[in-house]
């Protein structure tokens, strides 16, 4: 992916989404040739010149120094996720050898252990690009036959535009989708030369025009734990919480595990599920 491009774009975003009232300055209410804050308005407001931040604004991030990337931060009210998004996106990138970043994510097999021993508690393994990496009994049960599919296809973006089926698993299939393009936002943040992204990203945009168009957003944030709602095939509703870990020394390997409150009619229904097994499971039960 172009940085310079996805930096233009990303600043061009976040400053359409301010209105003068927004921050404090007057609107004269003449016609606005371009929605949101002018490029002087945005410079006034963040103590830099028009002529630098239209050169910032145009890809031009080389050299930029971490006082003025946080004086436009504040001036865009950006998010801390949207602040470091902006930081990586206008820090040059190192030279990598080739293989070194893109080599290929794998779960520990003590890490497969410990969520075998989760027996009533949905847990999956996802790479930096939202790929299933592993994932326990339960979770094959309540999202679909991980197992069933070839390795290219686990993938939660893939699964949530391309899959008929995740909308009727998600409830809040629109809230699921922000989150899905803009953990892959992040990623591409971090990793512009990534060509797995690139590939995934290119065909999502092609076979989806709801990924399209949220992708073009420029959406990103960063959610580590909330509350799902899902419609199972065998046990109907479940209001689950999920909780995303991280590790040390990968920090691009993520556990999300999935929970009912206890003595809900949700926690009954894992309950349920789990004695069922999975291959009582319909065939065509969560995403798959």
């Not at 920090?251 to 291959?279: F, I, K, Q």
């Amino acid at each position: 992916m172009d940085q310079r491009a996805e930096l233009s774009e990303f600043l061009r975003s976040r400053r359409a989404r301010l209105k003068p009232e927004d921050v404090g300055l007057p609107d004269f209410g003449r016609h606005r040739r371009v929605p949101g804050l002018r490029r002087e308005e945005l410079a006034q407001l963040a103590g830099v010149s028009v002529a630098y931040y239209t050169r910032l604004e145009q890809g031009h991030g080389q050299n930029v120094s971490t006082e003025v990337l946080d004086s436009i931060a504040r001036a865009l009210r950006l998010t801390d996720t949207e602040h470091a998004h902006l930081t990586h996106l206008a820090s040059p990138k190192p030279k990598k050898k080739r293989g070194a970043v893109h080599r290929t994510q794998k779960v520990r097999p003590q890490l497969q252990h410990l969520i075998d021993t989760m027996d009533q508690v949905p847990a999956v393994f996802l790479g930096r690009r939202l790929e299933v990496l592993a994932w326990n009994r339960m979770a094959r049960a309540l999202f679909g036959d991980f197992a069933a599919m070839e390795p290219a296809e686990r993938n939660m973006a893939r699964l949530v535009f391309l899959d008929p089926n995740a909308r009727s698993l998600y409830l809040d299939w629109e809230c699921k989708a922000v989150e899905v393009v803009s953990t892959l936002r992040l990623c591409a943040g971090c990793y512009p030369d990534d060509p797995q992204l690139s590939s995934l990203v290119g065909e999502l945009s092609v076979k989806s025009e709801e990924f399209r168009s949220l992708w073009a957003a420029h959406t990103v944030q960063e959610k580590g734990h909330g509350v799902k709602r899902l419609h199972h095939p065998l046990v109907g509703e479940l209001a689950l919480a999920y909780e995303t870990l991280r590790f040390p020394d990968d920090h691009d390997l993520s556990l999300v595990t999935y929970h009912a409150e206890p003595d809900s009619r949700s926690a009954e229904s894992l309950r349920l599920l789990a004695g069922w097994g999975v291959d009582e499971v319909p065939a065509d039960a969560g995403t798959t």
